[in-house]
């Protein structure tokens, strides 16, 4: 059964610095791995979508990797900004059962 | 132009009633989603549906009724209202089958009394 975990729960840094945040899954046999962010009282926003035979995405300050075969993904923030102060998610979707398996994300806070 | 938009954006009413969540995208996309977001913030998917027809229909109480006029619309209705089903519940779309980006609402927040 596929587990997606993600570390840290909660993370504060001031702003400017680069970050990492993490996401791992049990199960490597994925069809791709989503980043979406949340801010309060609002819906999700898709960030990133890493297909599994790729190994990394970018937009803009963001970069999302992908390592199938040890079950990880990072999400790396450039230079963060208060704005970037959210909820970020991340989430596999297995096509052999049609399954989207979603971690409890990283709450993320970039102090100005 | 709100993509993905949901009404009510509140709602708050007595266990036992029944009501309705609607949900429109004017992205085009194929596919619409329900999500139930918990306490602890948790998303699961509850139902996915590809050009009006359902292609996943998660474990949840038959209580819970999507329904799907057309590809642009997908509505939930919910029976016989629980203390349980007190959430935020998200619609989603997406162009396609494969799972591809998803567009989401904000969120409709559910409260039983």
């Known amino acids: 059964k596929q587990e997606v975990t993600q570390i840290p729960a909660a993370l504060s840094v001031p702003e400017g610095e680069n970050l990492v945040l993490n996401c791992s899954f049990t199960d490597s046999a994925i069809y791709n791995l989503q980043w979406f962010r949340q801010d309060p009282g609002k819906g999700l926003t898709s960030l990133l979508l890493i297909q599994s035979s790729q190994r990394e995405q970018t937009s803009g300050r963001l970069n999302a990797s992908l390592d199938k075969s040890s079950g990880r993904s990072t999400l790396y923030i450039a230079a963060s900004q208060p704005g970037d102060s959210a909820t970020y998610l991340c989430?596999?979707?297995?096509?052999?059962?049609?399954?989207?398996?979603w971690g409890a994300g990283t709450k993320l806070i970039i102090k100005p | 132009d709100t993509a993905v938009s949901q009404t009510p954006k509140y709602l708050v009413t007595q266990m036992g009633n029944d009501k309705s969540i609607k949900c429109e995208q004017n992205?085009?996309?194929?596919?619409m989603y329900w999500y139930k977001q918990d306490s602890k913030k948790f998303l699961k998917i509850m139902f996915s549906?590809?050009?009006?027809?359902?292609?996943i229909n998660e474990t949840v109480p038959n209580r819970f009724s999507p329904k799907s006029p057309d590809k642009a619309h997908l509505n939930l209705h919910i029976n016989s209202l629980e203390l349980g089903d007190s959430a935020v519940y998200f619609c989603?779309?997406?162009?396609?089958?494969?799972?591809?980006?998803?567009?989401f609402g904000d969120g409709t927040r559910l409260s039983i009394l």
């Open positions: 989603a779309s997406s162009p396609g089958t494969a799972w591809g980006p998803q567009h």
């Open positions: 989430a596999v979707f297995m096509d052999s059962n049609y399954q989207l398996i």
């Open positions: 992205l085009g996309h194929d596919t």
């Open positions: 549906y590809n050009n009006k027809e359902l292609i």
